[in-house]
């Protein structure tokens, strides 16, 4: 066969792939979009909105892998891991908040690898999730939402492998990072309250004895 013939061959295939990229790049931006109206309708208590978002996005995440399944040099890249962990992360925060059991890698179908990355990215929303409490004077339940993260850190700490089969380091020290910085957040928010009510026992107590 000349060269030519050769080359046009090549070419159908490539002509094939790029047109299944540029398929695979409108889904993994739409994907990533609904996965941040997801995650921001749960701050804000809209979950039924979220539920909603989050179904058309697993819709789309599904059609990305139907897409790509005879394509792995195209389905184990870099944008389409990113559009995985952006819905693990909409997924996880979402039924913690609902205070529902999380679901597996494979109920989600996406890699177990995007998944564990997911999880890095889902402590941070949760300690956003922990400071709009703090916010809101909920101190008891913003400490149970720092127990959970110390809790999903050190599990997310338990996975070392090679970065060319895991790349979770930065996602860890970004982890870790998060819990250090809420455990400081709550302290402060703790001893701000104890020394809140030691005033008001304080200026009771002085009332009472100008009272007599």
């Known amino acids: 066969m000349e060269i030519g013939a050769i080359i046009e061959e090549i070419k159908g295939v490539l002509d094939e792939k790029d047109a299944l990229r540029?398929?695979?790049?409108?889904?993994?931006?739409?994907?990533?979009?609904?996965?941040?109206?997801?995650v921001k309708a749960v701050h804000r208590g809209d979950f039924e909105h979220a539920q909603k978002r989050l179904d058309d996005t697993g819709k789309?995440?599904?059609?990305?892998?139907?897409?790509?399944?005879s394509h792995p040099d195209l389905y184990y890249t870099g944008y389409v891991q990113s559009a995985h962990q952006e819905y693990v992360?909409?997924?996880?925060?979402?039924?913690?908040?609902l205070g529902e059991s999380f679901p597996r890698p494979e109920e989600l179908g996406v890699?177990?690898?995007?998944?564990?990355?997911?999880?890095?990215?889902?402590?941070?929303?949760?300690?956003?999730?922990?400071?709009?409490?703090?916010?809101?004077?909920?101190?008891?339940?913003?400490?149970?939402?720092y127990r959970d993260m110390e809790e999903?850190?050190?599990?997310?700490m338990e996975l070392?492998?090679?970065?060319?089969?895991?790349?979770i380091r930065v996602k860890q020290d970004q982890a870790r990072h998060a819990v250090e910085r809420t455990l400081e957040d709550l302290t402060?928010?703790?001893?701000?309250?104890e020394l809140s009510e030691r005033l008001e026992t304080t200026l009771e107590t002085l009332k009472a004895l100008k009272g007599d």
């Open 22 to 38: 540029e398929e695979a790049l409108k889904l993994t931006r739409e994907i990533i979009r609904l996965s941040g109206d997801t």
């Open 60 to 69: 789309m995440v599904r059609e990305l892998r139907e897409k790509l399944a």
């Open 89 to 97: 992360e909409a997924t996880l925060l979402l039924h913690y908040v």
């Open 111 to 145: 890699p177990a690898a995007d998944y564990a990355m997911g999880i890095g990215d889902f402590l941070g929303e949760l300690r956003r999730y922990f400071l709009r409490l703090l916010i809101a004077g909920k101190i008891k339940a913003a400490e149970n939402v």
């Open 152 to 156: 999903i850190y050190s599990a997310l």
């Open 160 to 167: 070392e492998y090679p970065k060319g089969l895991l790349n």
């Open 188 to 193: 402060r928010a703790k001893l701000n309250s």
